[in-house]
């Protein structure tokens, strides 16, 4: 993912995408469940306390404005909290890294 935050797309200043990674990884770290990933998706399942719902669409809402290729859905059924990311066909690779990112942080 450090890639992520490394191409010409992203509007986020450099010196504050060190903060956003850290961000991506504490909720990975805390929160993930599971990941499936396929092509130009991947769809995480959350798990966590009644702020979490707040805190990752105050996440992916600052992701999509610095990064507008992204698409985060967020879902919450009350007991499990859906993260749908898409991206272009072009940013494939890009979700890859996401997707891999949730995976090691969430071991």
Not at 69 to 96: H, I
């Amino acid at each position: 993912m450090d890639d992520l935050l490394n191409i010409d797309a992203c509007t986020l200043p450099t010196r504050e995408r060190p903060l956003r990674l850290a961000e991506f990884d504490e909720l990975f770290a805390d929160s993930v469940r599971s990941v499936t990933w396929a092509a130009d998706r991947v769809v995480m399942h959350l798990e966590g306390d009644p702020q979490l719902p707040g805190r990752v669409r105050s996440l992916v809402d600052r992701e999509t404005a610095c990064c507008s290729f992204f698409t985060f859905a967020v879902e919450d059924s009350g007991s499990d909290l859906v993260l749908d990311v898409t991206v272009p066909p072009e940013r494939r690779e890009l979700l890859r890294a996401l997707a891999d990112r949730a995976v090691r942080s969430s071991s």
